[in-house]
């Protein structure tokens, strides 16, 4: 069954998804990576699910944000400290979301993400957690901040192609909608 998709709520669900797992992967990576390495691979994987989210919502190819993808995971390599990659992660994601996956010659939508990063980067880069724990509602506070890019631009729901191929549950809905609206 194809059902609508709702960016907010789907990116405030993928975010606590990538709070909960990101120690998982830090810890499965820290036996592979010395140093730091393993968080700003963890780091990249959240960014890395969340630009394919953003893709697959505008009907983009997933390789469209292989390039952006692949210079921040190089860029994990070469960094050495966790507030510059986490700022760098916040700007490649804005390159994802507003060049690639919705792109609009709109000024306001550079000033859109240019307060989303300032948003969700300062915290972090002032109040650098010193351990893996607090990292969770970390991530999970990221992308309840990205998740207003949608409040703002008023992407409500991304809708399927075939309207027969919806939900039985969410048609039913629409129709007892309908006719409560009619009394």
């Given at each position: 069954m194809i059902t609508s998709q709702h960016p907010i709520r789907t990116?405030?669900?993928?975010?606590?998804?990538?709070?909960?797992?990101?120690?998982?992967?830090?810890l499965a990576l820290g036996y592979l990576l010395p140093g730091s390495k393993p968080m700003y691979l963890?780091?990249?994987?959240?960014?890395?699910?969340?630009?394919l989210l953003l893709s697959?919502?505008?009907?983009?190819?997933?390789?469209?944000?292989?390039?952006?993808l692949l210079l921040l995971l190089v860029m994990s390599f070469l960094v050495n400290s966790l507030a510059t990659y986490y700022l760098l992660s916040l700007v490649f994601l804005s390159w994802i979301r507003s060049e690639i996956c919705f792109p609009n010659p709109d000024g306001r939508k550079l000033?859109?993400?240019?307060?989303?990063?300032i948003l969700g980067g300062v915290?972090?880069?002032?109040?650098t957690p010193a351990f893996a724990s607090a990292w969770v509602p970390g991530i999970w506070m990221f992308f309840l901040i990205q998740a207003l890019f949608f409040a703002i631009f008023e992407m409500k729901a991304i809708a399927p192609e075939d309207?027969?191929?919806?939900?039985?549950?969410?048609?039913?809905?629409?129709?007892?909608?309908?006719?409560?609206?009619?009394?």
């Open positions: 990116t405030l669900f993928f975010g606590l998804i990538c709070g909960l797992s990101f120690i998982p992967f830090k963890a780091l990249w994987l959240s960014v890395a699910g969340y630009s697959r919502w505008n009907k983009k190819s997933i390789l469209s944000s292989g390039f952006p000033i859109v993400e240019l307060l989303l990063c915290p972090v880069v002032v109040f309207p027969y191929q919806t939900d039985l549950f969410e048609r039913a809905g629409r129709q007892a909608e309908a006719i409560l609206s009619d009394l």
